[in-house]
């Protein structure tokens, strides 16, 4: 089975579910799974439900086009994905590979002109680079984007880590999050009892704090609390790319005042 679009609508159909501006939408959607695809899915659709436009305060319409573009995002690519021959319609003349790589490195140099991109950091980036080349496949060779960048996306978009081990980065740090049941337990918002009912009567498709809201478990307040809590005891992703070898003390904590002058430079624009 074959399945044809286009460039744009699959950028807008994964910027629209996973909250970010994809440009590398290759490597993306080389590695994003059907597992992935409902989570984001299934939370998006939460978010954007028409049925709780009176609790959010928002116009219920506007909602209803939202939530109907999530339904449509999520077909288009949920078939893409599943389709064993796919076809993407490039509507947009590809630059030469040539010049854009060395566009890149002239913008990479003029946004991190601090000092760490010197000869000595910059003989340690193109280690990390060629390491992460034969690991992790291409790595990104477009400008680095003109807006606010986390840490994992800046290493991205500088050229220092492919995608995929993005992607595995941030599976991993959220992989060392506390369980939401556990929070909410120490909390006394759910009691033993009520945690064990949850594990036995959900799907196991289902996630537990959207389940325990959805069925009154939990208050919306209560589950943005413990979603809050859970992402500041996770540990900090540079950790993956020191544990794993990618990048040293020092060089993230170089990358970390690149990122700081970048996103400052924006916000003053």
Same mark, same amino acid.
């Given at each position: 089975?074959?399945?044809?679009?286009?460039?744009?609508?699959l950028?807008?159909?994964?910027s629209?579910?996973?909250?970010?501006?994809?440009?590398? &939408?290759?490597?993306?959607?080389?590695?994003?799974?059907?597992?992935?695809?409902?989570?984001?899915?299934?939370?998006k659709?939460?978010?954007?439900?028409?049925?709780?436009?009176l609790?959010?305060?928002?116009?219920?319409d506007?909602?209803d086009?939202?939530?109907k573009?999530?339904?449509?995002? &999520?077909?288009?690519?949920?078939s893409?994905?599943?389709a064993?021959e796919?076809?993407?319609?490039?509507?947009e003349?590809?630059?030469?590979?040539?010049?854009?790589?060395?566009?890149r490195? #002239?913008?990479?140099?003029?946004?991190?002109?601090?000092?760490?991109?010197?000869?000595?950091?910059?003989?340690?980036?193109?280690?990390?680079?060629?390491?992460?080349?034969?690991?992790?496949?291409?790595?990104?060779?477009?400008?680095i984007?003109?807006?606010?960048?986390?840490i994992?996306?800046?290493? &991205?978009?500088?050229?220092?880590?492919s995608?995929?081990?993005?992607?595995?980065a941030?599976?991993?740090?959220?992989k060392?999050?506390?369980?939401?049941?556990?929070?909410?337990l120490?909390?006394?918002?759910?009691?033993?009892?009520?945690?064990?009912?949850?594990?036995?009567?959900r799907?196991y498709?289902?996630?537990?704090?959207? &389940?325990?809201?959805?069925n009154?478990?939990? #208050?919306?307040?209560?589950?943005?609390?413990?979603?809050?809590k859970?992402?500041?005891?996770?540990?900090p992703i540079?950790?993956?790319?020191?544990?794993?070898?990618?990048?040293?003390?020092?060089?993230?904590i170089?990358?970390?005042?690149?990122?700081?002058n970048?996103?400052?430079?924006?916000i003053?624009?």
């Open positions: 089975m074959s399945y044809t679009t286009s460039k744009t609508n950028i807008k159909d994964c629209l579910l996973f909250d970010s501006e994809i440009f590398n &939408y290759v490597d993306f959607l080389n590695s994003l799974s059907s597992s992935v695809l409902k989570s984001a899915y299934r939370k659709a939460l978010e954007t439900h028409p049925d709780r436009s609790a959010l305060g928002k116009c219920k506007k909602m086009n939202r939530f573009d999530v339904i449509s995002a &999520y077909e288009r690519l949920d893409f994905i599943q064993e796919k076809i993407i319609l490039k509507n003349v590809r630059r030469n590979k040539k010049s854009r790589t060395t566009k490195r #002239t913008q990479y140099k003029q946004e991190n002109s601090s000092g760490f991109s010197n000869k000595k950091n910059t003989n340690k980036n193109n280690s990390s680079q060629k390491k992460q080349s034969d690991v992790s496949g291409r790595l990104y060779e477009g400008n984007p003109r807006r606010k960048l986390l994992g996306q800046f290493l &991205y978009y500088s050229g220092l880590i995608w995929n081990t993005l992607f595995e941030v599976y991993w740090q959220r060392q999050r506390p369980i939401i049941g556990k929070i909410a120490d909390w006394g918002i759910l009691t033993p009892e009520e945690i064990r009912r949850i594990l036995t009567e799907n498709k289902d996630n537990f704090g959207e &389940y325990a809201l959805r009154g478990f939990i #208050t919306q307040f209560e589950f943005m609390a413990i979603i809050a859970q992402k500041n005891l996770q540990p540079g950790k993956y790319f020191i544990q794993n070898g990618i990048l040293g003390d020092q060089g993230l170089n990358m970390i005042q690149g990122l700081k970048h996103n400052t430079k924006i003053n624009k």
